[in-house]
């Protein structure tokens, strides 16, 4: 079977998987708004802020009605539907601008922030896991898996500020947060690059051990494998065999499970553009849940939510590229 | 196996050069040039505007960097002319003001002030379509007009003495938003206005950068950038300011006490009018005793709370018009530390006699209440939190509840809450409708039912007189009153604190009011900043 | 005399459990961490009251010494007493939302794996379609939903953790379907219940107690991740993520044991946990591993 004819199943799979996913995205935004009439927030009085203090109940009430979040619930999702059919994601009352720009403003470093590191995250792993596997029980092996879980167990803001404290304070190398230079007049890679040294790092550290663990043990199993020991019977370079071999057996599992292990890696990501103050989605996050913005919370989930669900069908229909046995089902 | 061995370290050593390269390759692009552009300055504050608009709430105190008022206040927080070329005039009945407007003055964009543009940002705000809460404040405003090109007459519903203090809102230009919806227009984001700086570009969540203003009426800027930063987290800002990215930064007391040894810093401690407070109800049966509040009043040490909450940076409160303010009464002022043994005696003499578990009681009635807190605000936890302990020791049992303001509001009738208030500028303006039974139990006006016809006729006289010296009489008798009833316990008066390089130069604080941010803190006056 | 002779032979097995190879060392060591602190977080009040509302205004920031083994903080409070109430309220927080998340994900993966056909396709498109959001974006917006407090917390954790478990209950079951004994019992005229209670519950269980175990760490994880966003417990009750937040400061001011006990606690704790847990991720299949992010 040649590589395309394996992937003959992807068109109709990937039709299939987007009339699932309307219906999954469309709950889920139901869902949203439905979390919104529960909420006992008042938008208006979160919006106004330290004024709603000296701002009178008539004052607050037309800004409510202006904005028609008093409105019933249904009346407000069809009116959120109805614009989001013309493209129009609605209007943000924590951010005061409309959802698209806030979107288009931050989901870009969230994304570059979770990309860099994801694959930062996959290099590593598939490396020092495999190295571990190659001699399992050995002293690299049980460094690495004593590193995997002390760092495991230890909350991804709290590695934030021990690497500000270090890297950023005592040390003077990297800068302590933000995603340019103060001073800097525009936006250069080169600067943004210098600043994402330190978030990148936290974050692909605080997922790795997972994916160190699965690499090792996947590569540790399939170096059983026949086909593996037949290669080392015959007198194969280690390096042949294990990068060659083994590794390329345990990738295929691997894959699929990376898509599932996604939402983790923006939960953490969130964290750390807290910590190191990025202007990303992550705070937006936070205030739009505090403050009742609901357009904006489904937005975020909306994208999020759809991220990961093509991620998914991406690394399925890798996976069917890679290993003949696999049939696009799904 | 031997015979792998060779291999596998060589298989580790290469995978430490592919490691180091990895690591190399990410740091090299570095800026190493960081701040050292002398006529950049840069202020970090966690305050991130919702909009550069002044008509939806974007410095309304003046200081607005980008935008000037009518009048504006100088070092001493008095008024002076801004975009009026004196200041305005009130006629004799307190109800007609006239502005004249400064010659010459251009908008960034280059085109002149006129008087419309000051009829239309008045009239935006009194739009009820308009998403402003400063509507609020100007509801004695009946109508603004344009007779000439240079003039702005203000027609007042009822006389209104601190009027002149209402006109720092910032001036828009009517040309870039008539006509459009002031809530969502791309004005919000990218400003024109008449002030020192103009808007290079503002990225949401990270910064602000302004450039001089060539043309500003009053001179240019003394620097040619200012960039601010907005960085929420304060454990951030100072992790960040001691990197040597900020020339100024905002953080709290404890944060900024650890420049105080470093001299390439310099710590202001900027005396303000933002005081802390309990707000105790009316409707709370414990409460409602003068006597448990008046022991209340006594049993709370304030001294301690500015030396061990605020590290120094505040002082002792005991109303709500700050010992700074020319309108103050020193005979409300008590002793700074708890005097127990008066609480107690008070209590006693009260008919609250010790129960068991050391919570006093009377008629069967334990004396306990709930102290809400706004779950977000370290500094109200922590002063709830020695509220608790103080009261303690005097037999009256508090349960602290850190609560988001959703869960307070509806609670706020019956349980006491730790409130911040507070500006400057002039005792009318928060205590009129915090204190006046008028707005008993309206939101967070009066939100515990103080009633006092006393007080009610002192803020009432407060407003109305144009003369100081009975402006003066009115406020000294609301302040007896309050220290008599003890509506609430007022603890601290806060001092702002900042941390700025000691290589700046130019920096004159003032009395700052409860609301600071990218206006109106210390860089008040930063076009007048430079560096040494 | 047979009690005699088997006496040096019981001794001989006791003696060899005692001596551990080098792998238990570890093992041991954790499961006395764990056995100390559930034991010292369930006496606490007894032996150790805390007034969770104290302070000492006049004692604040003192530094590790004999009356506070790990000094006190910004308010003057014992870091070393509060650490302790803050992992009883993480380790609660952690047994109950996980039990609410094995309960759940025990309800929906059962109900997958035993009916099967249409049911278990609707079911687990549900439990991917919530899988595809990030959990703690999730956990964020139900703490907003219902105010940040204990109840909220736990349901917050509690209901964005189940779904692993489904999973791993559904999978497990359908493959139990296919086995002879399963079969036979159908055939032997058993009802349905009779075959879940009686066959297929006792091999469900182990993996359901694992996976409860298993999500104490991200329970505790959770709780601190919100009180870090201000989103978790009542700033002024002692819990681990609300003393790591308060202590962060301290961090800058020179304090830093202010942040150190409950971030020690934290790392030693669900470190145990994790040591317990590699024992038996061996023998545990991949996919499950994965499923529990393990």
Redesign the interface.
């Known amino acids: 079977m040649t590589r395309s004819g394996r992937l003959a199943g992807a068109g109709a799979v990937v039709r299939r998987r987007l009339l699932v996913a309307v219906p999954v995205l469309a709950a889920t935004s139901i869902g949203m708004f439905a979390l919104g009439a529960a909420s ?3 938008p208006a ?1 979160q ?2 802020g ?8 008539e ?2 009430a ?2 409510r009605a ?2 028609g979040v008093d409105d019933p619930l249904p009346v407000q999702y069809l009116r959120w539907i109805g614009n989001l059919v013309q493209g129009d994601l609605g ?1 943000s009352t924590s ?4 959802v698209a720009s ?1 979107l288009a ?2 989901a870009g470093w969230t994304l570059l922030l979770i990309g860099v590191s994801l694959a ?1 995250v996959l290099a590593a792993s598939l ?2 896991g495999a ?1 571990a596997a ?2 399992r029980g050995g002293l ?1 092996d049980r460094a690495l898996r004593t590193a995997a879980y002390a760092v495991q167990s230890m909350p991804v803001f709290w590695l934030g ?1 021990a690497a ?2 270090v890297f ?2 005592a040390l ?14 525009s936006t ?4 943004v ?2 600043h994402l ?1 330190l978030p990148v790092g936290v974050l692909a550290v605080s997922q790795a051990p997972w994916f160190v663990l699965f690499v090792r043990d996947a590569v540790a199993e399939s170096m059983r494998d026949d086909h593996v020991l037949a290669a080392r019977a015959r007198g194969l ?3 042949t065999v ?1 990068f060659g071999h083994a590794l390329r057996t345990a990738l295929l599992p691997f894959l699929t499970l990376v898509g599932t292990h996604l939402p983790e890696l923006v939960g953490g990501a969130v964290l750390v553009e ?7 989605l992550g ?2 996050t936070v205030a739009a849940a ?1 403050g009742s913005d609901f357009p904006l919370l489904a937005a975020i989930t909306l994208v999020t939510t759809a991220v990961v669900l093509a991620a998914n069908l991406a690394t399925d229909l890798a996976y069917a590229a890679a290993d003949p046995r696999v049939r696009l089902d799904g | 196996m031997t015979r ?1 061995r060779p ?2 370290r ?3 050593a290469s ?1 430490a050069a ?1 490691g180091m390269l ?1 690591l190399a390759g ?2 090299a ?3 190493p040039d ?2 050292s ?1 002398g006529t ?1 300055l ?1 202020v970090a504050t966690s305050d991130e505007p ?2 550069l608009n002044p008509v ?2 974007y410095g309304v105190d003046g200081a607005a960097l980008i935008f000037d008022g009518l009048v504006s206040r100088d070092g001493d927080n008095r008024l002076v002319p801004g975009l009026a070329a004196t200041l305005p005039t009130v006629s004799a009945d307190g109800r007609t003001v006239t502005a004249k407007l400064r010659d010459g003055v251009l908008f960034h964009d280059g085109t002149a002030l006129t008087a419309q543009d000051v009829v239309f940002t008045y009239q935006a705000v009194l739009d ?2 308009v ?1 402003s ?5 100007l ?1 004695m405003v009946e109508s603004v007009t344009a007779p000439d090109q240079a003039t702005v007459v203000f027609r007042l519903r009822h006389p209104y003495a601190p009027f002149l203090q209402r006109l720092t809102l910032g001036i828009v230009p009517s040309k870039l938003l008539s006509g459009q919806d002031v ?2 227009a791309g004005f ?2 990218k400003p024109v206005g008449t002030g020192p700086y103009a808007v290079e570009s503002w ?5 602000l ?1 302004l450039t001089a203003n060539e043309r500003y009426f009053a001179g240019r800027p003394a620097n040619n ?1 200012v ?1 601010v ?8 800002r ?3 300011m ?2 040597g ?2 020339d100024a930064a905002e953080l ?1 007391p ?2 900024a ?2 420049f105080d040894e470093d001299t390439t810093y310099r710590v202001q401690r900027v005396p303000t009018a933002d005081y802390r407070g309990v707000m105790l109800p009316a409707g709370n049966p414990v409460l409602a005793d003068p006597a448990v509040r008046r022991a209340l009043s006594l049993a709370v ?1 304030r001294s ?2 500015v ?3 605020l590290g120094g940076a505040g002082e002792p409160a005991f109303g709500p018009i700050p010992p700074t303010s020319e309108f103050v009464d020193p005979s409300v002022v008590g002793a700074p530390t708890a005097d127990a043994t008066a609480a107690a005696a008070l209590l006693d003499a009260a008919g609250w006699k010790p129960g068991p578990g050391g919570v006093r009681a009377r008629d069967g009635r334990p004396a306990r209440f709930t102290l809400m807190y706004p ?2 605000d ?1 500094l109200r ?2 002063l ?3 509220v ?2 103080d009261a303690k020791k005097i037999g009256i049992e ?10 307070i ?1 509806p609670r706020m009738k019956s349980d006491a809450l730790l409130m911040g ?1 507070g500006t400057p500028y002039d005792p009318d303006f ?1 205590s009129y ?1 915090l204190f006046g039974s008028t707005f008993a139990g ?4 009066n939100p515990g039912s103080y009633r006092s016809e006393v007080v009610d006729r002192a803020l009432q006289n407060g407003r109305d007189q144009i003369d100081p010296a009975l402006r003066k009489a009115a406020y000294a008798q609301f302040q007896q009153q309050l220290a008599a009833d003890v509506p609430w316990l007022f603890l601290t008066y806060l001092r702002h604190t900042y941390v700025l390089k000691s290589s700046v130069r130019g920096v004159t604080p003032r009395v700052e009011a ?2 600071h941010g990218v206006a109106n803190s210390i860089w008040w006056n930063i076009d007048t900043w430079t560096r040494s | 005399m047979a009690d005699l002779a088997a006496r040096p032979a019981l001794l001989r097995t006791a003696r060899s459990r005692l001596r551990l190879r080098p792998g238990q060392a570890g093992v041991v060591t954790a499961g006395l961490v764990l056995v100390v602190a559930v034991v010292g977080s369930l006496l606490a009040p007894l032996v150790w009251p805390l007034d969770q ?6 004692q ?1 920031r003192s530094a590790p010494s004999w009356a506070h083994l790990a000094g006190t903080d ?3 409070r014992d870091v070393a007493h509060r650490a302790v109430y803050g992992l009883r309220v993480s380790l609660l927080v952690g047994a109950v939302a996980a039990l609410v998340a094995t309960v759940l994900g025990g309800v929906v993966g059962g109900i997958a794996g035993t009916l099967g056909g249409r049911v278990d396709r609707i079911l687990m498109r549900v439990v991917d379609t919530i899988a595809a959001m990030p959990h703690l974006l999730l956990g964020i917006f139900i703490v907003a939903m219902l ?2 407090s204990l109840g909220a917390v736990i349901a917050s954790v509690g209901l964005t953790h189940w779904l692993s478990t489904a999973r791993i209950v559904r999978s497990e079951l359908l493959s139990l379907r296919t086995r002879p004994f399963v079969d036979a019992a159908i055939n032997g005229g058993a009802g349905r219940r009779r075959v879940l209670v009686r066959h297929l519950l006792p091999h469900v269980l182990p993996r359901l107690a694992l996976a409860t175990t298993l999500m104490i760490p991200h329970a505790v994880w959770h709780e601190t991740a919100l009180s870090f966003l ?1 989103l978790g417990l ?4 002692a819990s681990l993520g609300n003393m790591i937040n ?1 202590g ?2 301290s ?4 304090a830093w044991w202010a942040s150190l006990a409950p971030g020690a606690v934290i790392v030693v704790v669900t470190l145990a946990i994790a040591v317990l847990a590699a024992r038996w991720r061996d023998r545990l299949d991949p996919r499950v591993r994965a499923e529990l992010h393990l």
């Open positions: 006992p927030v008042d009085k919006y106004a330290a004024a709603a203090f000296t701002a009178t109940e004052n607050l037309q800004i202006n904005w209007w951010r005061h601008e409309p806030v403003a931050r930062l490396l020092l190295l190659y001699r690299f500020l500000i404290a950023a304070l003077g190398w990297l800068p302590a947060g933000g995603l340019t230079d103060v001073t800097a007049t250069s890679w080169g600067d690059a210098h040294i370079p280690g390096r294990l807290t910590v190191f103050s990025l202007p990303g705070a937006v505090m | 792998m291999t596998f060589r298989l580790v995978t592919a990895v990410c740091s692009p570095t800026n960081g701040s552009d950049t840069v919702d909009a939806l709430n009820p379509k998403d809460t400063l509507r609020s404040d509801d809530n969502t919000n984001r990225t949401p969540g990270d910064r950068v950038r960039v930063a907005f960085v929420a987290d304060d454990n951030v100072a992790q960040r001691r990197a990215e900020f709290p404890k944060l006490a650890a040490d301690a709370m030396s061990g909450i779950a977000g370290t936890k922590d709830a939190l020695a608790t302990a508090v349960t602290p509840a850190g609560l988001t303001w959703d869960a509001d208030y928060v409708k309206q939101g967070y006006f409860h609301e | 509302s104290a302070v000492a205004l006049d604040t910004d308010l003057g105010r940040p201000g009542p700033p002024h009750l308060d962060q400061g961090l800058l001011t020179g």
